[in-house]
């Protein structure tokens, strides 16, 4: 086995679900994942429809694919032109990606609203990224959702807006700093 083999091992360890207690991938890690993903040796999880279709085991309208992500049309758009970012490492959701992943899916989120503004004449765009189903991720493998917005279209995406209290500004300052 070699060093890689055995890294790869560890890092199936991470195959993180929040749940169950285990820490996030670390950081200093990417460097050992990007050269496995090199290799071809991606982490996936078995039963994971969006593993498949990163892997182009199950077809999707993919608009865009490189080594680390496949961008693909949402099979039910909240607008049309509603795309997806999918690593094709199999991350649960933004508690255990890794950072450098992370941030390379937010770098591709922008160069695709760029091109496809131009494309499909939007007016704008949400970028959305659930975590865990009580903020209504259904689908558990790490995915952004790129929302072309169209003046007076009726894509609800808004919240009710409460009041930050006194007590809770200074519960959460407190916490946090
Ligand atoms: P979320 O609720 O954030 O987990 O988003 C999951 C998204 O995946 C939803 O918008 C679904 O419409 C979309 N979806 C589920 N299965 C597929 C599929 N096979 N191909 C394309 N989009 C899908
Ligand atoms: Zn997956």
């Known amino acids: 086995m070699t060093d890689f083999d055995l890294l790869f091992f560890l890092k199936m360890g991470?195959?993180?679900?929040?749940n169950n207690n285990r820490p996030s991938i670390p950081d200093g890690w990417t460097v050992i994942i990007n050269n496995l993903r090199k290799r071809g040796i991606v982490m996936k999880e078995k039963d994971c429809i969006f593993c498949k279709i990163a892997a182009g085991e199950i077809p999707s309208a993919t608009l865009y694919e490189d080594?680390?992500?496949?961008?693909?049309l949402d099979l039910g758009p909240a607008s049309k032109g509603h795309a997806l970012i999918i690593p094709k490492e199999h991350y649960r959701n933004l508690y255990d990606i890794d950072e450098k992943t992370a941030a390379d899916a937010m770098?591709?989120?922008k160069k695709m609203?760029?091109?496809?503004?131009?494309?499909?004449?939007?007016?704008?765009y949400n970028i959305v990224q659930n975590n865990e189903e009580c903020a209504g991720?259904?689908?558990f493998h790490f995915h952004m959702h790129m929302i072309p917005r169209y003046k007076g279209d009726k894509?609800?995406?808004?919240w009710h807006t409460g009041e930050l209290?006194?007590?809770?500004?200074?519960?959460?300052l407190d916490k946090i700093r």
């Open 137 to 139: 991720q259904t689908v």
């Open 14 to 18: 991470y195959t993180t679900n929040r």
């Open 113 to 124: 609203v760029l091109k496809m503004t131009d494309a499909l004449g939007c007016d704008g």
């Open 107 to 109: 770098i591709l989120a």
């Open 165 to 172: 209290t006194d007590e809770d500004k200074k519960e959460i």
């Open 155 to 158: 894509v609800g995406l808004g």
């Open 67 to 72: 080594d680390e992500f496949r961008v693909i």
